[in-house]
């Protein structure tokens, strides 16, 4: 009984410690040791009081002819506290190109880090 009930308390800590300091992180696809960094851009838009922020952030390549495919894409979000949610639009992962849009929370603003691998 004893034993259960600390293994509870442990499980409830973690989960509240992960959803008040993981942040708006994400991963979509596997980054491969042979695959090439394509992209590092930083999005952001600053914050107005009282309203929801919106930005789209879109990912094109040059030459479409010799353009790699997106095996990855990670997402890091450089705020702490009230970061913004991204969402995979269009394309990613298995893709020529991809396109993402971040919303804030109201009245605080969009600071991101993108990263795409391809090969």
Known sequence: MGISATFVGLLLCSVFLTT???????????????????????????????LVQ?????????????????????ITDKKKDNGATAVLVAGGPGSKGATIEFTSQRGYGIKDLVEIWGR
Do not use: C
């Open 20 to 50: 008040v300091y993981g942040g708006n992180n994400y991963l979509w696809g596997e980054i491969g040791p042979n695959d090439y960094h394509l992209a590092k851009d930083t999005v952001s838009k600053a914050f107005f009081l009282g």
């Open 54 to 74: 919106h930005k789209k952030y879109v990912f094109k390549q040059s030459n479409n002819l010799d353009a790699l495919t997106i095996t990855a894409i990670r």
